[in-house]
């Protein structure tokens, strides 16, 4: 099987996913096959996939840090929301300030949050994130009381459109795109994000994912 032939076949399986699909994961979806791709070649195809659809589309191949999904690119998501009734859900400030702390300063305790918010974190907060996947305690803090740390997930990176963590803007990025907001508590390191619009994934048939 060459490349020609098994990129149709790689995006008839990144369009029918409801989750991002990784090198390995697609390679043993072609386990038992007389002419089994290599890794190499998948490797192969989905970069030239993902040159494919730089062309004037609607949709893009993008890689996350589980693998290579297909979704509508971010500037159509105004329209494509109107296709369902349901509405994106809305954070609070202080879930995102909570958030955009753990992604910047992790791993991080409640009580370090608290310090530089100047104010307590919400039991319904941590909540909220762990449940969402988005944020997991990785261990505890070696003092009296052997206090939490919160750490963000590979379902965090997925879910904002990031590789690796190093795909974050910067801090100094964060105050140029929001000169308007009003700043937490002063602490070194300390950042207010909103979070960004997650791009629509597709499917095949009627499938619908969520925001």
Not at 38 to 65: F, M
Not at 123 to 148: Q, S
Request: include cysteine; charged fraction near 25%; proline fraction near 7%.
């Amino acid at each position: 099987m060459n490349i020609e032939q098994l990129k149709p076949i790689i995006e008839s399986m990144l369009s029918a996913a409801d989750h991002p699909l990784s090198v390995n994961h697609l390679f043993d979806l072609f386990a038992g096959d007389l002419e089994q791709p290599s890794k190499d070649d998948i490797r192969q195809a989905l970069h030239q996939l993902v040159d494919d659809y730089q062309e004037n589309r609607g949709l893009e191949i993008k890689q996350v840090a589980s693998g290579f999904r297909l979704q509508v690119k971010t500037e159509y998501a105004p329209w494509i929301t109107r296709l369902w009734q349901q509405k994106p859900p809305r954070y609070s400030r202080a879930l995102l300030e909570t958030l955009a702390l753990i992604a910047y300063r992790q791993p991080i305790t409640r009580g370090e949050i608290e310090d530089i918010r100047g104010v307590a974190v919400s039991t319904n907060i941590v909540k909220t994130l762990t449940e969402r996947e988005w944020v997991r305690v990785v261990g505890h803090r070696d003092v009296p009381g052997r206090p939490a740390l919160f750490a963000t997930t590979r379902k965090f990176l997925d879910y904002f459109g990031l590789r690796s963590l190093n795909d974050l803007p910067t801090l100094a990025e964060i105050r140029d795109f929001e000169p308007r907001t009003k700043p937490v508590a002063p602490a070194k390191g300390a950042a207010s994000v909103r979070a960004p619009r997650r791009p629509a994934e597709v499917g095949c048939c009627n499938c619908r994912r969520s925001w």
